[in-house]
């Protein structure tokens, strides 16, 4: 990341600022110069985030790393079995096999999906009128419940096979009876419609970034005569790539750890066709107690994210703006 | 693509004095053009209403005798209306408890957490994006990594670790690591709209004898209000669902956060009382849609321009 | 690992350290013994929750400055709660518990003995059937004791089968219940669900009939022949017609009572005439039935319904060891067995009460879903049964919501036939019983 921020000796700026008793004040002053170097003040900044990961994240992250490598049933002690859990991970187990398949499935058709919903109706929502705040609500209230019970049972009722979906087909004609549930070929898609269709907070961001672009360009624009057509595909989508990206990110990271659409709708029925990572691995430690396991799976998962994220990131240069470069 | 790039870039010549940041770009150029509109309104108005099907069923649902709601999951209108589910539901499950007991220790978590991560992971954001020293890298990388681990499997090492600080039985790990940023994901939702903010501003206010944390307080933190907006909605909701955590945490039954609290009126083992369930479910997404409608507008009113003066 | 833990005391250190300071007060709430205090969790849903948060206020009555804090939680979150709390070894004193989880947590040291309080008479188990007592007992300790009693039972729409004129007998053998799931088919349409995918109990139940125990020791009791011959049920159901379709079970919630597919569902094609349940879940399902439809239970079939038959106790409660006040515990246990109050407040909510004279006592004050319950239980079960198999071993979790579950799923859809699926199922449990071991 390059960058062109001006190195003012900021020390020198500072010292009209001081309201301290003339006792300390030498003290202070040298502290006061070395809290307003660029790299200290750095470390200020982030002190949350450094104290916060060292006290709350590192000590579990290292534990659950460590449990990977033994056989741990939770209520019982761990002991080290070495690579064994990551052997059998790859070589035993056809389920881990066949959820790695389903989940990247999930999140390479809903993540895309899911943002060109967010980011079409976030452009139409942009028009200010009496009813946006409705629209607004209206378009990001399906995230607000999220994973409830209410949307398992009410998922499960759209898709059986006398639920709404089958009668919205039978209005157009076309008398139904199947079981978007129940058919191996299907059933993973009524999931996928559900991730789309809480692209709410996704929608979000890009509202707030929509809003982030200054509106000269577009009066320069339209003086110049570009249609609006122009300045979406010159102006907004250009400045917008970097709030895609990170939306991008974002929800690949999520779509490989999804574990609520499986877990309160399908459990993986019909025949596995539905089994996501995290259901497996959750259903490993938590069912059946082989928590070691687990752990090395959530591993395993780690590093195939952060290789799709670094992935991302290595194509960041093609096609996001950047406003530096 | 590329094309699209450089044009972006020679129209963001223009942007050397972005003072006037604060106008929306809807406010910009709309043509008025009547049939357009009556069209757009009837698309949007439609589609809104696919979307909010499914909150209308759980709404209606709670109106239904709870033994009649899977038997009428077809229909959406409650063929016989009911208030018991309500009733049933506000008396929660023990005499001394009732039920609104559960949705203000969520209001007292939800806020708390929410105040803290949003105003840290600024702070930190502000320094991963726009402050150099060593270990930014290390701290971003450790930042992402951090994302990727799923709760499940952290769930049993940080409950051993939390009780070697004494800190179960509280609500500690539930509010206090997120004063600490500990979610990437808002920090980095941060960074992503600090970079959208010249850097000439920065340096002009640095002219103006601003330090970095003035930089901070006078220039960043203002402009980044539909960040800040969109973290505390998100953060507030996810910490209203979140049960997880309150289910190792909380022992004592009074202290329930609403989201555990919802999950008991249903036990797969015994009978389940999803009438009163999703009565509660209703009244307990209410906080959360406020948030979202006294917010929304602060998102589309464009960013206040007070915080310029350096 | 020496390093590690050096590492681990080190940070712990440091951050309650920190913690202390950030926070003012720290937070000692862990670890302070109060002599007068105990905890007891449950799992279950809002009756439930009322009536036991009832049954801590009278005892904290009846025992002066005792304090009884009630954790409730639904069944999944409960038992992610309890193994967590025991890997940190703060457990509650007194928690609920169910036979398919008390063998692991005894093989891991977890539970007091409550011998010494049975024999010291804090616990009073005089009017506790000797058969229902030894549930609790594995090798010769008493670890649990039952809080009630339930027994298998399929519960079936006795306004379908009496309108379509067939009788249902009791004892009925696996041959004639499939010759009735044929005939309920023909004459109504109605399909049958023949347990699926809902753990291993009818196969064990079935297996106990011929005289075998299916978990046997570290491995299976049942040959590929005995699964293959279960297993073939659902295959002729399904190449028959009478079984409902695999597909019906996608969009139900498995072992739901509200949404079995004898009280659910609006096409024949979607519902059954039966449902294998408990005999506690009688009522639950009958209050779902709002169209007059009226329910009625039998047992299990099997070959030999003396030898299958067996009397279940629907929970526990144990004391575990993290606990600072086992006798406590136990007084509080025997308070919620013996004391006529409590009794009286839990009514049928976990089974029938274990307690004789108690059962006596509430018997008049029963509704009528209970008092069938109760009837089954004397006129049916208890002449007709034997001995419950010994507590499920670690891993049988395993095949219970897993390996059977998923193997019946291949053989409904047609994906394997019975033989095959019996193979292979018996391979799996194998491997996952002796890993668990």
Redesign the interface.
């Known amino acids: 990341m390059s ?4 190195t ?1 000796p ?1 020390s020198a ?2 010292g009209s600022g001081a309201k301290t008793n003339g006792l300390s004040f030498r003290k202070e002053g040298a502290l006061r110069a070395l809290l ?1 170097k ?9 002190f ?17 790393l ?2 990977s490598f033994t056989d741990y ?4 002690e761990a002991s ?1 079995i070495g690579l064994d859990n990551y052997v059998e991970m790859f070589t035993q187990d056809d389920l881990f096999w066949k959820s790695l398949g389903v989940t990247f499935l999930f999140a390479l058709v809903s993540v895309p999906l899911k943002l060109v919903f967010a980011l079409i109706v976030a452009m ?6 009496k ?24 998922w ?2 759209m ?6 979906i089958n ?1 919205v087909l039978g209005v157009f004609g076309i008398d139904s009876k199947f ?1 978007w ?3 191996t070929r299907t ?1 993973i898609w009524t999931l996928i419609i559900l991730a789309v ?1 809480q692209f709410g ?1 996704s929608m ?2 890009f ?16 003086v110049d005569g570009a249609s ?1 057509w122009t300045q979406f ?7 917008l790539t ?2 895609i990206f ?1 939306n991008l ?2 929800q690949m ?1 999520n779509g490989f ?1 999804a ?1 609520t659409q499986c877990y309160i709708i ?2 993986g ?4 066709s539905t089994l996501f990572y ?1 259901v497996h ?3 490993e ?5 082989h ?1 070691g396991y ?2 090395a ?2 591993w395993v ?2 590093v195939l ?2 290789a799709v ?1 670094l992935f991302l990131f290595a194509t960041k240069r ?2 996001v ?1 950047d ?3 | 693509m590329s094309a699209a790039i450089t044009s972006a870039s020679s129209a963001s010549a223009g942007r050397a004095n972005r003072a006037g940041r604060a106008n929306s770009v809807n406010s910009a150029n709309r043509p008025r053009i009547k049939p357009g509109r009556i069209v757009y309104h009837v698309l949007v108005f439609a589609f809104a209403l696919v979307m909010l099907y499914p909150i209308a069923w759980m709404v209606f649902s709670s109106f239904k005798p709870t033994n009649t709601v899977f038997s009428t999951a077809g229909q959406l209108i409650p063929t016989e209306w009911t208030l018991d589910n309500y009733a049933n539901g506000f008396k929660g499950f023990e005499e001394s408890i009732p039920f609104y007991r559960y949705i203000g220790n969520s209001l007292f978590i939800a806020v708390t957490a929410t105040v803290g991560t949003v105003f840290s992971s600024a702070i930190v954001a502000y320094a991963l994006s726009r402050l150099h020293f060593k270990g930014r890298k290390v701290l971003f990388t450790a930042m992402m990594i951090s994302m990727m681990l799923p709760a499940q499997v952290l769930m049993v090492p940080q409950y051993l670790w939390y009780q070697k600080l004494g800190w179960t039985d509280s609500y500690l790990p539930l509010i206090v690591p997120y004063c600490f940023a500990i979610q990437g994901f808002f920090i980095y939702l941060m960074m992503n709209f600090i970079e959208g903010i010249p850097r000439s501003l920065d340096e002009a206010a640095q002219i103006d004898g601003c330090s970095y944390y003035g930089i901070f307080a006078r220039v960043i933190f203002p402009l980044l209000t539909p960040a800040l907006v969109t973290g505390c909605i998100f953060s507030f909701m996810w910490r209203w669902d979140d049960f997880l955590g309150a289910l190792l945490y909380v022992s004592d039954s009074a202290k329930l956060p609403v989201a555990l609290a919802l999950k008991m009126f249903a036990d797969p083992s015994s009978s389940s009382d999803y009438g009163a369930m999703f009565a509660m479910a209703s009244v307990s997404i209410l906080p959360s849609v406020l948030i979202f409608l006294f917010f929304q507008k602060y998102l589309v009113e464009g960013v206040s321009t007070s915080g310029l003066k350096g | 690992m020496k390093a590690y833990k050096k590492i681990v005391a080190a940070l712990a250190a440091g951050a309650a350290l920190v913690s202390m300071a950030a926070c003012g007060t720290g937070s000692g709430s862990s670890g302070k013994a109060d002599a007068n205090k105990i905890t007891v969790a449950w799992w279950g849903n809002q009756q439930r929750n009322e009536r036991q948060a009832k049954v801590n206020k009278l005892f904290e009555a009846a025992n002066k400055g005792v304090t009884v804090d009630g954790q409730f939680s639904e069944w999944d979150d409960y038992w992610k709660k309890l193994s967590t709390n025991a890997a940190g070894n703060k457990m509650p004193d007194v928690v609920a518990m169910d036979y398919s989880y008390l063998q692991q947590y005894i093989d891991n040291g977890l539970l007091v003995d409550l011998d010494q309080y049975i024999k010291d008479g804090t616990i009073d188990t005089s009017n506790i059937d000797d058969n229902v007592l030894s549930a609790g007992k594995i090798d010769g300790k008493t670890y649990a004791l039952s809080l009630g009693n339930s027994a298998p039972a399929l519960i079936y729409n006795k306004t379908l089968t009496d309108k379509a004129g067939i009788t249902v007998p009791d004892n009925m053998t696996v041959d004639q219940f499939i010759d009735i799931s044929k005939q309920v088919y023909e004459k109504t349409g109605v399909k049958t669900n023949f347990r699926y995918y809902e753990a291993s109990e009818l196969l064990e139940y079935i297996l106990r009939g011929e005289g075998k125990q299916l978990f046997g020791d570290g491995k299976l009791g049942a040959s590929e022949q005995d699964v293959e011959d279960y297993l073939n049920v659902y295959q002729q159901g399904v190449k028959e017609g009478w079984h409902v379709a695999p597909e019906i079970f996608a969009q139900i919630k498995a072992g739901s009572v509200e949404q079995d597919p004898l009280v659910y569902g609006t096409d024949n094609a979607a519902r059954s005439w039966c449902s294998f349940k408990f005999n506690s879940q009688l009522n639950a399902m009958q209050a779902v039935l709002t169209d007059g439809t009226e329910l009625a239970m039998t047992n299990w079939p099997s070959a030999d319904a003396k030898k299958a038959g067996y009397v279940k106790p629907s929970m526990f409660f144990v004391i575990t060891k993290s606990s600072k006040n086992p006798k406590l515990a136990a007084k509080y246990i025997d308070f919620y067995t013996n004391n006529e109050d409590a009794v009286k407040t839990m009514l049928t909510d976990r089974g029938l009460p274990v307690n004789s004279k108690m059962m006596d006592a509430i018997e008049s004050s029963l509704d009528e879903g209970d008092q069938k319950s109760v009837s089954y239980l004397n006129d049916v079960v208890i002449p007709n049964s034997s001995a419950i198999n010994p507590p499920a071993p670690a891993g049988a979790t395993e095949v219970n919501s897993t390996l059977l579950p998923s193997i019946e799923e291949e053989v409904l859809y047609g994906k394997k036939d019975a033989a095959t699926a019996a193979k292979e199922f018996v391979e799996q449990a194998n491997d996952a019983l002796a890993s668990a071991k």
């Open positions: 960058h062109a921020t001006a003012l900021s700026r500072n307003h660029e790299s200290v003040a750095g470390y200020v900044c982030a949350p985030f450094i104290f916060g990961f060292l006290m709350f994240m590192i000590v579990p992250m290292i534990l659950s460590w449990y049933n939770i209520i019982g080290f139409l929502l942009l028009r200010n009128s009813a946006s705040g409705f629209y607004r609500a209206a378009y990001y209230l399906p995230s607000i419940l999220g994973g409830s019970v209410a949307i398992a049972i009410l499960r009722q898709f059986a096979t006398d639920g709404v009668q079981a549930l129940g058919d059933a269709w907070s979000l961001i509202l707030a970034s929509l809003k982030q672009i200054p509106a000269e360009l577009y009066e320069a624009a339209s609006k595909w010159k102006i907004t989508l250009p400045l970097p709030t990170f990110v974002m990271i750890l574990f399908t459990q029925k019909p025949m596995n995290m691995m959750y259903d430690s938590f069912t059946n107690y928590a687990g752990a799976m959530a998962m780690l994210v952060g994220t093609f096609w703006y406003e530096e470069a």
